[in-house]
């Protein structure tokens, strides 16, 4: 590795360029919110190339989504809000103050220790914030499973939870037996809601279990891709399409590949 100066500093050179009254139309037309999507999708990019364990997409990842960060800072800097150094500092500061083990006198802790001292000084800070509440600070922004399973982590540390995993498994039938309930007739808007409710209680049951409920969903949407890729291969060398076959040959077309799965 070198010296990041350099390269960072020729970086942001290149984005003011691009934003320079002569630089690029594209690029000058752009703000916040329409870059926003953008350093969303990067940042999922960035994690689908470390559950392909492809380092060389990880690094070209990262670049891309640290120039989404460049670009945020240059329109800061513009508006004379804040700059890229402020937005370096500013992390630098608080991964000091988050670490006092590290960086200051306070005593070595264990992991456990320190996810609590990590989330009460988290605490301190959206109090400095004047953000107040067990739930204050949440981005709306989250993914949805991401951010339920992260509010019920919140209620849970005041004590509003279910005692353990069975409980849940309870909650979760009674919310599947209203959804099912509200199938004959129901509005759009009735069954949303109870599918939310669904979904919800599925989110708490995966933190009860200790599983991040949007990698279990990334894990199944892989497996089903994977499965009716196989599917599609195997009719494609008898000739055939999904589409030009009945349910029940893709049904034991799909009950094969499981097969060849389960036998390695």
Not at 47 to 76: K, N
Not at 173 to 184: D, G, T, V
Not at 231 to 253: H, I, T
Request: charged share 30%; hydrophobic share 45%.
């Amino acid at each position: 590795m070198t010296d990041a100066a350099a390269p960072l500093l020729r970086l942001l050179d290149i984005m003011r360029r691009l934003r320079a009254p002569d630089g690029c139309p594209w690029d000058r037309e752009q703000d916040f919110a329409s870059i926003a999507p953008y350093t969303i999708e990067e940042a999922y990019e960035v994690a689908d190339a470390i559950s392909r364990d492809d380092p060389a997409a990880l690094q070209d990842e990262l670049g891309d989504l640290l120039f989404q960060v460049v670009y945020h800072a240059q329109m800061a800097q513009e508006a004379g809000s804040f700059g890229f150094a402020d937005v370096a500092r500013g992390i630098g500061d608080k991964m000091i103050r988050r670490h006092p083990h590290v960086f200051g006198e306070a005593a070595t802790r264990d992991s456990a220790e320190q996810t609590a001292a990590w989330e009460a000084q988290k605490q301190r800070e959206r109090q400095a914030r004047a953000e107040t509440g067990t739930l204050a600070g949440l981005p709306s922004t989250l993914p949805a499973l991401t951010r339920a399973a992260k509010l019920t982590r919140r209620a849970a540390r005041v004590g509003f939870d279910w005692p353990d995993a069975d409980s849940v498994f309870d909650k979760l039938e009674e919310e599947a037996r209203e959804l099912r309930a509200e199938l004959p007739g129901a509005s759009r808007e009735r069954l949303a809601d109870e599918l939310g409710d669904l979904l919800f209680v599925l989110a708490n049951l995966a933190r009860k279990l200790d599983l991040d409920p949007e990698a279990c969903l990334r894990g199944a949407n892989a497996k089903f891709e994977r499965r009716f890729q196989a599917v599609e291969g195997k009719l494609a060398r008898q000739g055939q399409s999904p589409a030009d076959v009945s349910l029940d040959v893709m049904e034991a077309a799909w009950q094969a590949v499981k097969k060849e799965e389960a036998a390695g």
